[in-house]
T-cell receptor
Framework: EAGVAQSPRYKIIEKRQSVAFWCNPI?????LYWYQQILGQGPKLLIQ????????DSQLPKDRFSAERLKGVDSTLKIQPAKLEDSAVYLC??????????????FGPGTRLTVL | SQQGEEDPQALSIQEGENATMNCSYK?????LQWYRQNSGRGLVHLIL?????REKHSGRLRVTLDTSKKSSSLLITASRAADTASYFC?????????????FGKGTHLIIQP
């Protein structure tokens, strides 16, 4: 079974530029998540999708971050404009939801973003 | 904000010894999960324990959960060099429909040959 795919793996940009990350979840997984992991910390949830609807985006900095999952499969996360503090690894995860709650989340390899 | 706090922050042991990591959290939970992260890699799911369970085993891993103390421990027996990694506990809040996990800062485990 293929895992969660993410691209690109690495991205270096200058502050105030825009950047987009792509995620393809495990086939059949209805729930998709984006996490931000700053060096030395654990991941922090940015947004959760159930199919193509947003379940939770309370920790997403909406003035500069946006995410979509238009057809309920792939997802993109965008930052515009980027700040120095956005330097982090952006992890995508997916899970198969049963009985109304998602269980094990499977993570992709992440995209390491460096903002100069 | 991070809910979980792993203890210790770093642990160095000899190969073959057992490693124990602890996790404390703040809110009521549906389940607690442990993940491993190797340098430069993504997170790998190790084990999930539900709020009505007290202990769970998976191979060389043993997880305990004490909901009255809001704490969990991960025991790795007969450690190997390949176990060198950061270990995170993550909790799923019991209320609401959102399923995002809340992670701690992690324990960095080094297994010395």
């Amino acid at each position: 079974e293929a895992g969660v795919a993410q691209s690109p793996r690495y991205k270096i940009i200058e502050k105030r530029q825009s950047v987009a990350f792509w995620c393809n979840p495990i086939s059949g997984h209805a729930t998709l998540y984006w996490y931000q992991q700053i060096l030395g910390q654990g991941p922090k949830l940015l947004i959760q999708f159930q199919n193509n609807g947003v379940v939770d985006d309370s920790q997403l900095p909406k003035d500069r971050f946006s995410a979509e999952r238009l057809k309920g499969v792939d997802s993109t996360l965008k930052i515009q404009p980027a700040k120095l503090e956005d330097s982090a690894v952006y992890l995508c995860a997916s899970s198969f939801t049963t009985s109304g709650r998602a269980d094990t989340q499977y993570f992709g390899p992440g995209t390491r973003l460096t903002v100069l | 904000s991070q809910q979980g706090e792993e203890d210790p922050q770093a642990l160095s042991i000899q190969e073959g010894e057992n490693a124990t990591m602890n996790c404390s959290y703040k809110t009521s939970i549906n389940n607690l999960q442990w993940y491993r992260q190797n340098s430069g890699r993504g997170l790998v799911h190790l084990i999930l324990i539900r709020s009505n369970e007290r202990e769970k085993h998976s191979g060389r891993l043993r997880v305990t959960l004490d909901t009255s103390k809001k704490s969990s421990s991960l025991l790795i027996t007969a450690s190997r060099a390949a176990d060198t990694a950061s270990y995170f506990c993550a909790t799923l809040y019991s209320g609401g429909g959102a399923d995002g996990l809340t992670f701690g800062k992690g324990t960095h485990l080094i297994i010395q040959p």
